[in-house]
């Protein structure tokens, strides 16, 4: 079945470093890709999302690239910030049938910023 | 605009109750999504209500039940509990137009602890 791998956790790093967290993902068809993220104490809520092939989603600083051909979907940003600590979520939408789908979560990778 | 908003925040069951989590949408969404989060895990999808009925299911047991209310509302039911039901559960709403595009609106969860 379809599935989603991400890169391992937790990653610390500086302010000001330069962040990508990896994910793959295994599908048949053409799903959508997202990221989410989890703050403290919060739901998940959505952080980017591309639809298709080569795509970039971005978002705050955040942009992640729709790659068939490797079929990965790495979310990266410049320069994090201590505000940025949270999990952050891969996840994809996986037709069931006829206008139905689900989304299937990596099992998230915990950032840490350190000031 | 309210967002998606599940009660009861925690709660501590015994191992053989029952228990009924709700969750209210985000205000315009008709399809809701209940996840199971273990700890340090990703979110598990356990199954989706549109109009009043179940959609699709994820690999839950039967003790797992759901329903939706005309106001689209919906409730988990999880009998005979065990203490691997321990989890934080999340409620998504979203619309059936964005099916497989859209996003996912998550609530805070409910934190089911099972002694």
């Known amino acids: 079945g379809n599935s989603v791998t991400q890169m391992e956790g937790p990653v610390t790093l500086s302010e000001e470093a330069f962040l990508t967290i990896n994910c793959t993902y295994t599908?048949?068809?053409?799903?959508?890709l997202f990221w989410y993220v989890q703050y403290p104490g919060e739901g998940l809520q959505l952080l980017l999302k591309?639809?298709?092939?080569?795509d970039k989603g971005s978002n705050k600083g955040f942009e992640a690239t729709y790659r068939k051909e490797t079929t990965s979907f790495h979310l990266e940003k410049g320069s994090v910030q201590v505000s940025d600590s949270a999990v952050y979520f891969c996840a994809l939408s996986d037709l069931v049938s006829s206008g139905t789908y689900k989304y299937i979560f990596g099992t998230g990778t915990r950032l840490k910023v350190l000031a | 605009d309210a967002g998606v908003t599940q009660s009861p925040t925690h709660l501590i069951k015994t191992r053989g109750q029952q228990v009924t989590l709700r969750c209210s949408p985000k205000?315009?969404?008709?399809?809701v999504s209940w996840y199971q989060q273990a700890l340090g895990q990703g979110p598990q999808f356990i199954f989706q209500?549109?109009?009043?009925?179940?959609?699709q299911r994820g690999n839950f047991p039967d003790r797992f039940s759901g329903h939706q209310f005309p106001n689209y509302s919906s409730e988990l039911n999880v009998n005979a509990l065990l203490l691997g039901d321990s989890a934080l559960y999340l409620c998504a709403s979203s619309l059936v137009q964005g099916a497989g595009t859209g996003e996912l609106f998550f609530g805070e969860g409910s934190r089911l602890t099972v002694l």
């Open positions: 209500y549109y109009e009043e009925e179940e959609r």
């Open positions: 599908a048949t068809g053409y799903p959508s």
């Open positions: 591309a639809t298709k092939a080569d």
């Open positions: 205000s315009g969404h008709d399809t």
